[in-house]
């Protein structure tokens, strides 16, 4: 299996809602990524698990809320969005960080907060 | 931190012709370069990475080159399709527990 997994395809939610995207790998990597993109801009990394252990936060405020319970699964938790954070939100995994840094994407989840 | 610039930011070209997509980038100990595709709607796919250590790669139509002391990177893409119409996005990073920074893009446009 050679592909990254991301569940929802779309999303849409009120500013009051709690939903979770979903991301999962069984490649065997090691490090996996949460991403944001919007229309036309290249992708934005929000947090990097490595070794299930968080590893980066690019200081992504705290209505996004990453957990990786295992290995091949992570997830984003949202709660009381706003309207900006309406994007494309994608999820990478990479092999063991020492062996190198090739990124793997899933097919991302498109948000739409109203 | 490390700054990746992309040149340029839209390109068009008649198919059959040859692209070039030129990155510079800022931090001197960046050692990994990938280039990812993405096409409208889909996700970001490697077509061609290159590490440090090596000044050229090529994969049938797609090269890339590396020139580390002037921190250059560049794209090749000969007898272009149509289907190789996409944003291409240049990146660098360090190894080990470090980000990869992307470039903004090149949005590449082939005419049939």
């Known amino acids: 299996d050679t592909e990254v997994t991301q569940t929802p395809k779309h999303l849409v939610m009120g500013m009051t809602n709690k939903k979770s995207l979903k991301c999962e790998q069984h490649?065997?990597?090691?490090?996996m990524y949460w991403y944001k993109q919007k229309a036309k801009k290249p992708p934005e990394l929000m947090f990097v698990?490595?070794?299930?252990?968080?590893?980066i936060n690019e200081s992504v405020p705290s209505r996004f809320s990453p957990e990786c319970p295992n290995s091949s699964l992570l997830n984003l938790h949202l709660h009381a969005l706003q309207p900006e954070d309406s994007a494309l939100y994608l999820c990478?995994?990479?092999?063991?960080?020492?062996?190198?840094?090739?990124?793997?994407f899933g097919p991302g989840t498109r948000l739409l907060v109203l | 931190g490390e700054n990746v610039e992309q040149h340029p930011s839209t390109l068009s070209v008649q198919e059959g012709d040859s692209a070039v997509i030129k990155c510079t980038y800022s931090?001197?100990?960046?050692?990994?370069f990938p280039w990812y595709k993405q096409e409208l709607g889909k996700r970001p796919q490697l077509i061609i990475d290159?590490?440090?250590?090596?000044g050229e790669k090529k994969d049938q139509r797609i090269a890339v080159t590396l020139n580390k002391t002037a921190k250059h990177f560049s794209l090749h893409i000969t007898e272009t399709q149509p289907e190789d119409s996409a944003v291409y996005f240049c990146?660098?990073?360090?190894?080990?527990?470090?980000?990869?920074?992307f470039g903004p893009g090149t949005s590449l446009s082939v005419i049939p």
């Open positions: 990478a995994s990479s092999q063991d960080p020492a062996l190198g840094w090739t990124q793997y």
């Open positions: 490649m065997g990597h090691r490090a």
């Open positions: 698990y490595s070794y299930e252990k968080l590893s």
């Open positions: 931090d001197s100990a960046s050692n990994y």
């Open positions: 290159i590490r440090s250590n090596v």
């Open positions: 990146a660098a990073s360090k190894t080990s527990y470090d980000k990869v920074i």
